[in-house]
């Protein structure tokens, strides 16, 4: 990193950010210098998401400086920041889902890529320096989370971007993947490119951040070198105190079910799902673990009739029964929930309030032979089920869109559970959300399995992973090639199954 004597290459000074009166960013200050890796960490509605896009152009102060090369700017848009060298790569990315990989890559700059071939060459070559395994010619709205943020990622390079901000770039990734990412920062920190990154993983910003910055409700609460800080010294910043990560001591285990309450064998879709096999069983978290692409996912959505499977492709039981669902009411009708790793896209209505979005949850499962919404017992079972999982917002009225990431994620769960569901199928549930929402979340999931019904945690972060699952199943290229109990599960035994 270039010594702090240099003149920094972004700057805010007492920049405040209000919305409806409400201070999301409250007088705060912040350098960022060339070639630096800056971490922002805090918890979810601290103000990090806010800062970052008002260096980016997507929003402007209400009061304050921003600066760039010393020099006083005021950004009316995002292009603006663009063409002052700054990027912005979104967790939720801003691909156009119609356009292709390439056409996405070089938008907003095609009078310089005016051939069809010509954009297709420069997208294939800048995937490639980066190690990116992605087909230029694909649809964006066709990727996986992780490709949409590699494709995010290499628009930003070839923009010649000299400051890359990038918003939880490691959420959706596996781990050889993030190695791989930071492998990729390091090499543009040598070519001079300053970066900010937002992380809830505490790690990655004492590992691989030259600073780091801490936020706590829209203040600033302290920046200094990564090797001043250590993870506890990091939360208590964070929350004001210590937060007590160790899990409650779990209750004695009734013995398993001889019945699954799942039961799937042999599924086949497409070339992501190849013959897998396995079960679930009522009180039990069973954790499936593997890279991006191992078909995961994929089968849960076949398990709901979001996808459709091959023909003969194999069979699904549920409590016994053999079904086949055509479309995911049916398996809402039968008990099963899904709560995906994308809640913004399919898992909430995100300019509804929370008695809505759980009021609907409640009327897919009760009410679809009601001529007329129940409303007031809509309304009643949502406020319950409010107090119940601890949402926090300003109302019950409050678009979800505007709750943090981890109040977000429980009115998804809560969405499902207010369905009272046999079997719950969780894709993800802690990505992108703060440590102490991360701790709630996982205290509910355990509760859903000590209630007796079944659970289905899929999740890329392995400690999640080793923490929460009584039994732990490993996929690889569509179908599950280990299977361990609790006791003799090790992160190293689930990698190399992945893997090799």
């Known amino acids: 990193m270039t010594g702090t004597t240099a003149t920094p290459i972004v700057s805010l000074e007492n920049a405040t950010k209000t919305y409806g009166g409400i201070a999301a960013l409250a007088n705060a200050s912040f ?98 320096r980066l190690n990116f395994k992605v087909d230029p010619s694909q649809l964006a709205g066709s990727l996986s989370a992780a490709k949409r943020q590699m494709v995010e990622i290499a628009r930003a390079v070839l923009n010649e971007a000299r400051v890359i901000i990038l918003d939880e770039p490691t959420a959706a990734l596996t781990p050889e993947e993030t190695d791989h990412l930071f492998d990729l920062m390091r090499s543009l920190q040598r070519s001079g490119v300053a970066m900010i990154f937002i992380s809830h993983a505490l790690e990655e910003a004492l590992t691989h951040a030259d600073r780091i910055s801490v936020l706590r409700n829209g203040k600033m609460m302290v920046t200094g070198p990564a090797a001043e800080f250590d993870r506890a010294r990091l939360i208590r910043h964070m929350i004001g105190e210590e937060l007590d990560e160790q899990a409650a001591p779990a209750a004695a285990r009734a013995p398993r079910s001889a019945l699954p309450v799942l039961r799937v064998e042999n599924i086949r879709m497409g070339s992501m799902v190849n013959n897998m096999s396995f079960s679930i069983f009522p009180g039990e978290i069973t954790g499936i673990a593997g890279l991006i692409g191992s078909g995961r996912s994929e089968v849960a959505k076949v398990i709901m009739g979001h996808t459709k499977r091959n023909f003969g492709g194999g069979r699904i039981w549920l409590d016994g029964r053999e079904v086949r669902y055509a479309i995911p009411a049916g398996a809402v009708a039968d008990g099963i929930a899904y709560v995906s790793e994308d809640r913004k896209l399919d898992g909430f209505f995100e300019t509804l309030g929370v008695a809505d979005n ?143």
Not at 64 to 90: C, H, N, Q, T, W
């Open 31 to 128: 350098e960022l210098y060339p070639g630096e890796i800056h971490a922002l960490v805090g918890e979810n509605g601290a103000g990090k998401s806010t800062l970052c896009k008002l260096i980016a152009g997507v929003t402007a102060p209400s009061e304050g400086v921003l600066r760039v090369d010393g020099e006083a700017v005021s950004f009316a848009a995002p292009k603006d920041a663009s063409l002052r060298g700054i990027s912005m790569v979104y967790q939720e990315t801003s691909l156009v889902p119609q356009l292709t990989v390439a056409q996405n890559l070089v938008l907003g700059r095609e009078r310089a890529f005016n051939s069809v071939r010509k954009v297709r060459n420069v997208a294939r070559q800048v995937l490639q």
């Open 358 to 500: 759980v009021g609907l949850g409640w009327l897919a499962k009760f009410g679809r032979r009601t001529l007329l919404a129940p409303l007031g017992r809509m309304r009643a079972i949502a406020r319950e089920w409010e107090e119940r999982l601890a949402i926090r917002g300003i109302g019950s009225s409050q678009p979800v869109l505007h709750l943090s990431g981890g109040n977000q994620q429980k009115v998804v769960i809560a969405k499902s559970l207010v369905q009272q569901p046999r079997l719950v199928i969780f894709d993800e549930p802690t990505r992108g959300v703060d440590v102490g929402a991360i701790a709630e979340i996982r205290q509910i999931i355990r509760g859903i399995a000590d209630s007796g019904a079944g659970v289905m945690l899929i999740s890329s972060y392995l400690p999640e992973i080793l923490e929460m699952s009584d039994r732990i199943l490993v996929a690889k290229s569509g179908t599950i090639v280990a299977e361990f109990s609790r006791a003799e599960a090790s992160a190293t035994k689930i990698l190399h199954a992945a893997v090799h």
